[in-house]
């Protein structure tokens, strides 16, 4: 049991022993339980140079042990959901000399990548993927001919959504060899674990109870109801034990558990077992996340993820630097003081209640907040359903999640013209967490649904506004924000609508114009001030601001846009059409994040990457600037 994470690197002399899991299979099965402690203190310390998730990898050293040992990697597919617990399995398979680098710029990635490793079988981020993925692996081998085992590992949490369902059904349909393992580490599911179920599972695995059930079947097939009778029989003595088997069973899956997801000994013999059976096998184990690091055990959602561990000078002499609020604090604080003025607020958020600030509004307000779990689709149409009674849904989800409920965005709430705010945080590059955690795209697949609002604020007031804003518009309306802290305006108390499609001029200049949506503003002022150009703060990406547009392309010879989401569709293509459809041949640089997926770093060295720096952004300006010297066209008037 540790208590504390380690600053220097642990003695760890197994697990120096091992780069693959070829060599772990060297070892014998009484040094996995040691191996496992050393793999636990080193994951606890890589963690610490590095930040990152750690919780469920802690929770899952056995299972990792277990398959690496028994499963031929990467020949054989292992497929995990989500990939917070993957760090174990990274450590196992030849990158354990690189883990401390992990999340940082060209560092290994916070999840499985396929790039990244040949034992990375499928690269996830977002949850309950994993079942459709290996599924489809099971599937492939059997059509390609190849003897393959395949292996999906999935949370309590994942299993929520509907997509697993969705995979466990048709596994269920094909008969695929495949095994999913379902890793329950909250109790909400299972509670009988023990030594009872761990014989049960003994049992239900061994080779002559499989050969007795399937020859008995045969004999009592010949018998009228006997096999109906035989079947019930089974099934109630597995529920006695097991009840959450009985909807696996129901659905064909073979299942066995719950078992002791720390008991190497149970673990290695059940999985072994069930590796032996063909069709779809289900295992279901109970591990304890952040087992054996008390701080986790005893808060398993504040030890979630930590921060790197930062030396701490004997003296602190240096002010600390001030930070504005964080967006999600804003959005907490807003939701909270709208729904003790208006009692039609419901909130509605799927598995990010602290993530989106939504703590303190759960506890004032428990019968108006529904946290759906991670299910995203039901999570808008919930929206739209109650947006149909009159009740004023807020909806707190991360923008890369989001994509996940775009039909039902489009479906459900924008063509029925219904009445929800969508509050979209982690809107743009988020750091460390990679792609699949970036908010990328929601100007570009948002701009273009009829109906919708799309608002993006400057800085923490603005954001409080324009929630206001949105939840007073009558329709669907949609404020997008950064992860992280704001600039540090202050927040005002008092909250007032902003005007619809009206942006907020800030400096006129000559010759050029910055049109800055979101968060980038204070770049793009140091960018205005340098050039003596003109700034605007656009504040709305839909409705645009056309007047205020029309009137800067008619005095200015080079127009700028700065976003932080795709340059292809987003907000800068807006302005474009607009300038195109009222027939000016305007010079225009759109300036926002490249076509293609910027890979994990800190923020401001994906900025930098990107261009988006007001250095950057400076000296893209100069270069246009620069080549259209010259040969720049007088100032463009209207067609007609």
């Excluded at 997509?163 to 329950?184: Q, R």
């Excluded at 077992?273 to 986790?296: C, N, R, S, Y």
């Excluded at 967490?433 to 908010?439: I, K, Q």
């Excluded at 200049?509 to 503003?521: D, H, K, P």
Aim: hydrophobic share 40%.
């Amino acid at each position: 049991m540790f208590d504390q994470i380690p600053r220097n690197a642990p003695c760890t002399p197994l697990l120096d022993r091992l780069d693959t899991p070829a060599e772990l299979k060297q070892l014998s099965a009484q040094q996995l339980p040691e191996l496992a402690k050393e793999l636990r203190e080193y994951l606890l310390y890589c963690v610490g140079q590095s930040g990152g998730h750690f919780g469920a990898g802690l929770g899952v050293v056995e299972l990792t042990i277990a398959l690496h040992y028994l499963y031929d990697t990467p020949e054989d597919r292992l497929v995990w959901d989500v990939g917070h617990q993957a760090y174990p399995h990274k450590i196992l398979t030849g990158r354990r000399a690189r883990m401390t680098s992990m999340r940082q710029k060209d560092g290994l990635t916070a999840f499985p990548k396929r790039a990244e490793s040949p034992f990375d079988a499928f690269g996830v981020g977002h949850s309950s993927t994993s079942i459709s993925a290996a599924l489809g692996m099971a599937l492939a081998a059997r059509q390609q001919g190849i003897k393959r085992k395949t292996v999906a590992v999935i949370g309590d949490g994942a299993l929520t959504a509907g997509m697993a369902f969705e995979a466990l059904n048709h596994a269920a349909h094909t008969k695929a060899d495949m095994l999913v393992i379902l890793n329950d580490n909250d109790m909400s599911i299972s509670r009988n674990v023990g030594g009872l179920s761990n014989y049960l599972a003994r049992i239900l695995t061994s080779k002559v109870y499989h050969n007795v059930r399937e020859g008995g079947k045969k004999v009592l097939s010949n018998l009228p109801g006997a096999l109906e009778i035989a079947r019930r029989t089974e099934e109630h003595m597995k529920g006695m034990v097991a009840p959450p088997g009985t909807l696996f069973e129901e659905m064909g899956f073979n299942y066995i558990g719950p078992i002791d997801g720390h008991d190497l000994d149970i673990l290695t013999q059940t999985i072994g077992k069930m590796m032996e059976l063909q069709g779809p096998q289900f295992l279901h184990i109970v591990t304890q996340k952040g087992k054996d690091f008390k701080p986790a055990e005893a808060d398993p959602v504040g030890y979630h993820a930590i921060n790197k561990l930062e030396p701490k000078p004997a003296l602190e002499l240096a002010k600390p630097k001030f930070e504005g609020t964080k967006y999600a604090t804003v959005f907490g604080n807003w939701i909270c003081d709208m729904a003790a003025q208006d009692e039609r607020l419901v909130a509605i958020t799927p598995a990010m209640e602290e993530g989106s600030g939504l703590t303190e509004y759960a506890q004032k307000f428990p019968d108006r907040y529904y946290d759906v779990a991670i299910a995203e689709q039901h999570a808008v149409t919930l929206a739209a359903g109650l947006a149909c009674e009159g009740v004023k849904p807020v909806v707190a989800i991360y923008s890369t999640f989001l994509q996940r409920a775009y039909d039902q965005l489009i479906h459900d709430v924008a063509i029925q013209n219904l009445d929800v705010l969508f509050a979209i945080d982690r809107a743009g590059l988020v750091g460390q967490d990679g792609p699949t955690h970036a908010g990328s795209f929601d100007l570009s697949f948002l701009r273009c649904v009829p109906n919708m609002v799309v608002m993006a604020p400057a800085n923490e007031n603005e954001a409080r506004q324009m929630l206001y804003t949105g939840y007073l518009y009558n329709g669907p309306a949609a404020v997008r924000y950064p992860r992280g802290t704001g600039p540090g305006t202050a927040v005002e108390q008092s909250m007032q609508a902003i005007a619809i499609g009206k942006s907020q001029p800030l400096r006129e200049g000559e010759n050029v114009a910055i049109l800055s949506f979101g968060n980038l503003l204070n770049c793009a002022k140091e960018v205005a001030e340098t050039l003596n150009a003109t700034l605007v703060n656009m504040r709305f990406i839909k409705p645009l601001d056309e007047q205020l547009i029309l009137e800067v392309a008619n005095n200015h010879d080079l127009i700028v846009t700065i976003e932080e989401n795709s340059v292809h569709g987003g907000a800068g293509s807006g302005v474009n059409e607009v300038i195109a459809a009222n027939g000016f041949s305007k010079k225009i640089l759109n300036l926002g994040l490249p076509d293609r997926f910027v890979e994990h770093a800190r923020p401001e060295e994906m900025l930098k990457e990107c261009g988006l720096s007001a250095a950057d952004v400076l000296a893209s300006i100069k270069a246009r600037l620069d080549g259209d010297r010259g040969n720049l066209q007088p100032v463009a008037k209207p067609v007609g």
